[in-house]
């Protein structure tokens, strides 16, 4: 900023206090403009403003004209956060969408002709808009860079960005804040082209934006005819494709023999409303893509090149406001997607009825000049995703977990109908183990060490009592099948999980009761210690509270992305289990305390947690063999009913 311009912003201003405040980068404002830590200092030494307790401070006349050249200097730099630098060149925003192809707000200059070092008057108006991005460029070569630069009339609505080596080439937004009408001039440089056209991008909200909307196209005196016409409404529309209906939904047919088809469920109709489906049908050098599937917010799928977000070729289809956007985009670790810019898609076309999303586009198999869309000639896990949306086509993280395919597939390849899981098979296999070890094995173990020592007193299996050895067996099992089910999640995390909430903390109890009670049953003090009671109490205690935390622990993780089981059919089937298995307890032990009443002298162990029971038990050796097998069939079909859920996720 020249030194004669000074005294003429100072006359315009007027600043009667400033307070400065401590923080960790300490910055005193004024409207947009912002002063931070060095310049601050300067300030401070100028005035008398406290930096520690913050105060107000009248700036004499010296400190106000240094701290007014150094906001002015600063402000070029002081853009809100976005990514517009990265849109200098394609003037698109990152918001992944399609720009809208009419245009309802115009530019306007106050001449045509223009000398260098003159100012031309330009204005952008329209209806409400939001943000807008404004450049001057060669208009017989639009894809040059930015000439000339900009001067702002008003610094609340407009700001100065430069755009490759140009200074103050191009103006933007300050904020969201609606607006209806920008004036700015435009400064023409000495080596300006003979003619100049004024282009803009207005953002009306996050996913309704036009893109280089052409404006004025003002010449120097003389300049020849142009060699070529200009088509200047050409170059706003083409960074759009078309974008049409479909008018009936996706099938099946041709899948696994023309196209490569995914589907969930497996052969499931993608007319239907529960099917996710997504083809790849090759023609010559491009791929026709197909996806659909339940969903009022969005539907995404993704090329990988292993079962983990991250490093992914991704391609979304949004609803928005009824109408659905289709747009590339990259994964980056696991956070949000990053939409693309430019979009690589054509003959783009969408559905949206009875809470059915459906779209369709074709892109090119080889894509050299998009660093990061994939080559589909090449063999990758493929993922389907679907999840909720904001009105303005936000969108939020899916609740549950993917559907990835168990191997990689070339989708240009042989043709095939194939499904996918919303689990990894480590996920599965640890589930299914913790149902076999803990609605199984330690269920059936606990009822026969409770019940069946007189009914089987006098079998013997390998030199001990059969209830024994029965019981034994059935508890190293539900230890061995829990040791293993325990490492899965830890192999396929590579570590410790740190979104599984309390899930992963339990496990660990679970098993460490686990171990504990295995090492307390190996010294297991003999039948007339004076310790056997005190083991018998330990015993029991931990067994139970391992079983409590385990049916805790079950009830968790079946709603975890990972293993996320039907609900809420999940929750009332375990908790059938638990009543399946409570009333079976109950009842055998009421049947136990009737046979007890028969007897006229109760032996002195009844009190013991772990209780011998007496011979006048044994009349009942029956009925407990037939409550026993009616326990273990329905503890098989509990068990049977979760391990098919598992498989269908």
């Known amino acids: ?34 002063i931070s830590r060095k310049p601050m200092a300067i300030l401070l030494r100028l005035g008398h403003c406290n930096r520690r307790t913050g105060c107000k401070m009248e700036l004499p006349g010296r400190a106000f004209a240094v701290w007014m050249f150094i906001c002015c200097c600063a402000s070029v730099d002081g853009y809100p956060s976005g990514k517009i630098r990265e849109a200098c060149t394609s003037m698109i925003p990152c918001h992944g969408s399609s720009p809208q192809l009419s245009p309802e707000h115009t530019i306007t200059v106050n001449g045509t002709e223009f000398k260098p070092g003159d100012n031309i008057e330009v204005h952008l108006s329209g209806p409400d808009f939001e943000g807008f991005f404004i450049q001057a460029r060669d208009a017989e070569h639009l894809d040059s860079p930015a000439v000339g630069s900009f001067m702002l009339v008003d610094r609340r609505l407009s700001q100065l960005l430069t755009c490759g080596r140009t200074k103050n080439s191009a103006v933007s937004h300050t904020s969201k804040a609606k607006k209806k009408y920008i004036k700015v001039y435009w400064i023409a440089p000495g080596d300006a082209p003979k003619r100049v056209q004024f282009l803009a991008t207005v953002v009306k909200k996050y ?11 003002v010449s120097q005196p003389n300049a020849p005819s142009p060699t070529t016409p200009l088509h200047a409404t050409s170059e706003a529309i083409s960074t759009s494709h078309p974008v049409s209906y479909l008018s009936k939904p996706f099938n099946a047919s041709g899948c696994g023999s023309m196209k490569f088809c995914i589907r969930n469920p497996s052969n499931c ?4 409303a529960s099917c996710f489906f997504l083809s790849f049908q090759q023609e010559k050098s491009s791929v026709f893509i197909e996806m659909s599937g339940p969903s009022e917010g969005y539907l995404a799928f993704a090329l990988s090149h292993d079962q983990w977000m991250g490093g992914d070729d991704a391609y979304l289809c949004v609803n928005e406001d009824h109408r ?29 009825v009875d809470g059915v999303l459906q779209c ?57 109908d194939i499904g996918g899981s919303r689990s990894p098979r480590l ?7 913790m149902f076999v070890a803990w609605i199984t094995t330690v ?22 009592e059969m209830w024994f050895q029965v019981h034994r067996m059935l508890m190293l099992t539900t230890v061995m099948l829990t040791s293993i089910s325990f490492v899965l999640p830890f192999i396929y995390r590579g570590g410790w999980s740190q979104q599984a909430g309390f899930h992963p903390y339990l496990g660990c109890t679970v098993m460490a009761l686990t171990i504990f009670q295995l090492l307390m049953a190996g010294f297991r003090p003999s039948r007339h210690a004076p310790r056997r009671q005190l083991f018998n109490w330990f015993h029991w205690s931990t067994g139970t509270t391992a079983r409590i935390l385990a049916v805790v622990t079950m009830f968790l993780g079946m709603d975890l992305p990972a293993l996320d089981l039907p609900d809420p059919w999940d929750t009332y089937t375990m908790i059938g289990f638990v009543a399946w298995h409570v009333s079976i307890d109950v009842l055998l032990e009421i049947h136990s305390y009737c046979l007890v009443r028969k007897v006229e002298v109760i032996e002195d162990d009844r009190v013991q947690i772990l209780q011998s029971l007496t011979s006048a038990e044994a009349e009942g050796r029956l009925f407990k063999q037939i409550m026993l097998t009616i326990y273990v069939c329905g503890n098989i079909v509990f068990l049977i009913a979760f391990l098919a859920a598992i498989n269908q996720i």
Request: glycine content about 8%.
């Open 207 to 217: 996913k309704i934006f036009w893109v280089k909307i052409p404006g004025p196209i």
């Open 1 to 34: 900023m020249s030194k004669d311009k000074l005294p003429l912003i100072l006359g315009m201003i007027k600043v009667n206090t400033v307070r400065c405040k401590s923080n960790r980068r300490l910055q005193c404002n004024i409207g947009c403009l912002t």
């Open 324 to 352: 659905v956007h289709v747009s590339t985009a990259y994964l980056k670790g696991r956070s949000a997607p990053v939409l693309d810019s430019q979009n690589a898609l054509e003959d783009v076309s969408w559905r949206l």
């Open 360 to 416: 369709s586009f074709r892109r090119s198999i080889r894509l050299p000049a998009y660093k990061r869309r994939f080559n589909l000639d090449a063999s990758y896990y493929i993922f389907l995703a679907d999840g909720e949306a904001s009105e303005g086509g936000l969108i939020y993280k899916h609740r549950r977990q993917p559907l990835i395919t168990n191997g990689i597939y070339n989708v240009t390849g042989l043709p095939q």
């Open 427 to 433: 996920i599965k296999a640890h589930g299914a183990l």
């Open 269 to 272: 109709d993608p007319e239907s």
């Open 443 to 464: 269920s059936i173990g606990v009822i026969v060490a409770r019940f069946f020592k007189p009914v089987w007193s006098h079998s013997f299996l390998f030199g001990k």
